[in-house]
């Protein structure tokens, strides 16, 4: 796993676009129009920001999981937004079902008419 492959999985999902609103080396990636849309994955050179839970209850499971691997994310971590570390101990494949749970759990929070079409498949 890097970067450039989970920037290319997380663009392959219905309405997602990167955004760069920090100007940092690499993209968020958001879903919804415009203005409206909303962050579900920060992507890094080495980790990637996600919505891990609900709670910061839920999202702690992955630091009892993967302590050497996993932070909580600054500023929204108490949110439940964890950042994962590839190339450790999280295996890709938990990586990509942790972005997919991200973007269904963001996309579920957005007002009906600005959720894209074909989210839920």
Same mark, same amino acid.
């Given at each position: 796993?890097?970067?450039?492959?989970?920037?290319?999985?997380?663009?392959?999902?219905?309405?997602?676009?990167?955004?760069?609103?920090?100007?940092?080396?690499?993209?968020?990636?958001?879903?919804?129009?415009?203005?409206?849309?909303?962050?579900?994955?920060?992507?890094?050179?080495?980790? /990637?920001?996600?919505?891990? =839970?609900? $709670?910061?209850?839920?999202?702690?499971? *992955?630091?009892?999981?993967? !302590? #050497?691997?996993?932070? /909580?994310?600054?500023?929204? =971590?108490? $949110?439940?937004?964890?950042?994962?570390? *590839?190339?450790?101990?999280? !295996? #890709?494949?938990?990586?990509?079902?942790?972005?997919?749970?991200?973007?269904?759990?963001?996309?579920?929070?957005?007002?009906?008419?600005?959720?894209?079409?074909?989210?839920?498949?």
């Amino acid at each position: 796993m890097d970067v450039k492959s989970l920037e290319t999985y997380c663009l392959a999902k219905p309405g997602a676009w990167p955004d760069n609103p920090w100007e940092h080396e690499h993209p968020v990636i958001k879903v919804g129009p415009g203005e409206r849309g909303k962050i579900f994955a920060f992507l890094g050179a080495a980790a /990637v920001g996600l919505k891990c =839970g609900a $709670s910061r209850e839920v999202a702690d499971e *992955w630091l009892l999981r993967y !302590p #050497d691997d996993v932070r /909580v994310t600054g500023y929204i =971590g108490r $949110s439940g937004w964890n950042d994962l570390a *590839w190339g450790g101990a999280i !295996p #890709d494949e938990e990586i990509l079902e942790a972005v997919d749970e991200s973007y269904a759990t963001i996309v579920s929070k957005l007002p009906k008419k600005l959720r894209p079409q074909g989210w839920e498949a």
